[in-house]
């Protein structure tokens, strides 16, 4: 019964931010539901399951969940968003059923462990910074391996009771389809769910082998030997598989992005303790998604937080070893956490910030809290008092964000204020002040973020479809544009995406100031980046695009032979279609 409250406390506090819109990365992923047509037959779900370019597998379930809610694009962002919103439900009952089986392992007393259990649970299902993990639709693919991982952990404890009850068939089977089995489903919804072996061997070790050790000799060697195949080998290698890339990575980033990964490592303690910071102490309000001006740490002591959290971590990991024995809940929880972290807040040379990168890791944080609060003994009235009260602000404040959530303009607007630092979240209220017919409030809030933020592409081409909106294009404007084509490291695919536009508009002559000389100037500069042309994708790009203005100013030839040079560098027949087809609907 409780849990059920909890469940209908979370829909309630979740239904404000149902009517949002899609956000960011949605849109760089969800039109592929249309990108050949309906999905009504066969031949286009097969091409929009195998479109997925993310991580070797290109994540098939996320996608595969994504028909769900629409076969067609354009879509409405709200059966997308009701969908999450239980995919979040159904992820807090099955993590009440791990940690009321976590506490029964503990050899809990029965109320205890349900305390436990519904706190813990009911903490991480209303904690407000999970918002931006379950109202943001593409952030599913963050949702559904935690959904794996947890199936996960109540297969292998179930297997090893099998195997303690002298079911060995049932209990190695049972074991492999848990590790083994959930992890590969975990993967093809997103890279982390690698993490899932890693996570059982945590658990294991710190509470399952200890607190519950098999009947006898033979069926004690059965786990030791399951848990050193099944999840230290795997565990092992997925470690040696990070540090092999760690040359390839060093190269990569230089190109892509502002930071160098050991100003990443040095910037990502600060990160996780500011995670730890927002789960501990939740707030109504955050950063959101726009956490592109977090501060990179360039030395020790810049910013001086620096040096603090580099010890900090550490030290809390050596804090949870230690007290592994005496309070394993505390142990796993935090250590839970770190290794939660592991691929997306480590040398991989992602961006450095997500408040969704919590979703996984942050699901044991609680319960420690709330075996504390269901201890027998006096004033335990009081101690449950308490935790519903906890849980009751958590869910106020996830109401209050989600309410943001919903409201997709003043959401935008909030965020820009919030992040005045940020060029998304300037461009992005920018594009809502432009969608709302405020090119005037557009344009005069790119402007004050341009001389901050020089070399990023989103501030000048936005500025641009500001003033081309107004008629007032300024040749300001247009340098600006220039400087951040031939200097950004990243943005190719912002730029690709406006040349396109920007043709369109020259041929069209909608924007006064825009013509084919100019792009071809703006062309030139983004073909002298240093960065750009390095990389053969950005390569390719430039000389397509360079095809499509020598096409749209009707030189044929040239036109041709910029698309085989772009064809020659990276051959793909999607590329070679694309260019026949262009050539062919100009004869």
């Known amino acids: 019964v409780a849990l059920a409250v909890l469940l209908v406390a979370a829909w309630l506090a979740y239904h404000p931010g149902l009517s949002g819109d899609f956000l960011f990365d949605d849109f760089g992923n969800l039109p592929a539901i249309g ?14 399951l ?48 791990v940690l009321l089986r976590l506490g029964q392992a503990l050899k809990l007393e029965a109320l205890q462990a349900r305390i436990a259990a519904l706190f813990g649970a009911g903490a991480w299902l209303l904690h407000p910074l999970l918002v931006s993990t379950t109202l943001y639709v593409v952030q599913r693919e963050a949702m559904l ?120 490592m040095l910037s990502e303690p600060r990160v996780l303790l500011d995670y730890l910071h927002l789960l501990f102490v939740p707030q109504a309000h955050s950063t959101g998604l726009f956490n592109d001006a977090f501060p990179v740490s360039t030395g020790l002591l810049h910013p001086w937080t620096t040096l603090p959290c580099v010890l900090g971590v550490p030290a809390l990991i050596a804090f949870a070893f230690a007290v592994r024995k005496r309070h394993p809940a505390i142990a796993l929880a935090l250590l839970f956490f770190f290794a939660g972290h592991l691929l997306e807040s480590t040398w991989l040379p992602l961006e450095l910030y997500y408040e969704h990168r919590n979703y996984l890791p942050a699901m044991l944080l609680f319960w420690p809290i709330g075996i504390g609060l269901g201890m027998p003994g006096g004033l335990r009235w009081l101690r449950q008092a308490l935790a519903v009260a906890v849980l009751v602000l958590l869910g106020a404040l996830t109401w209050q964000r989600a309410s943001l959530w919903g409201d997709a303009y003043l959401q935008a607007r909030v965020w820009a204020a919030i992040n005045p630092d940020s060029a998304r979240a300037q461009a992005s209220a920018a594009q809502y002040d432009l969608a709302h017919g405020r090119p005037r409030i557009a344009a005069a809030r790119l402007r004050n973020a341009l001389p901050a933020h020089p070399d990023d592409l989103q501030i000048p081409v936005n500025l641009i479809g500001a003033e081309c909106r107004m008629a007032s294009l300024r040749p300001q404007s247009l340098q600006a544009l220039r400087h951040a084509l031939a200097t950004s490291k990243v943005g190719g695919t912002l730029g690709f995406n406006w040349f396109n536009e920007a043709l369109d508009m020259a041929a069209h002559r909608t ?40 096409l749209a100013q009707g030189q044929p030839a040239q036109a041709l032979a910029e698309f085989d040079r772009a064809l020659a560098i990276t051959p793909r027949p999607d590329t070679a279609l694309e260019q026949a087809a262009m050539l062919g609907s100009r004869g």
């Open 35 to 48: 990108a050949t047509g309906p999905i009504h037959h066969w031949a286009t779900f097969w091409r929009y």
């Open 50 to 97: 195998t479109s997925g370019n993310a991580d070797p597998t290109g994540r098939p379930l996320t996608l595969l969940s994504f028909l769900i809610d629409a076969r067609d694009w354009p879509a409405s962002p709200y059966p997308f968003k009701v969908t999450n919103v239980l995919l979040h439900l159904l992820n807090g009952a099955l993590l009440c059923t």
């Open 145 to 264: 391996p935690a959904s794996f991982v947890l199936l996960g952990m109540l297969g292998w404890i179930a297997a090893r009771d099998a195997l303690a009850q002298g079911h060995r068939r049932r209990g190695w089977f049972g074991m492999i389809a848990a590790a083994w089995g959930c992890t590969v489903l975990a993967l093809l919804c997103k890279g982390n769910g690698a993490l899932l072996p890693l996570l059982l061997l945590l658990v294991e070790w710190i509470l399952l082998g200890p607190s519950r050790p098999m009947p006898s000799h033979v069926l004690q060697r059965d786990v030791r030997r399951a848990s050193l195949l099944l999840l230290a080998l795997p565990s092992v290698l997925l470690v040696l598989w990070m540090l092999k890339m760690i040359p390839g990575l060093v190269t990569a980033a230089a190109g892509i992005r502002d930071w160098t990964i050991g100003q990443r």
């Open 511 to 550: 924007c006064k100031g825009l013509d084919f000389a100019t792009i071809q100037g703006l062309l030139d500069a983004a073909a002298a980046n240093p960065d750009w042309r390095a990389y053969k994708g950005s390569r390719q790009d430039l000389a397509h695009l360079q095809g499509m203005l020598d």
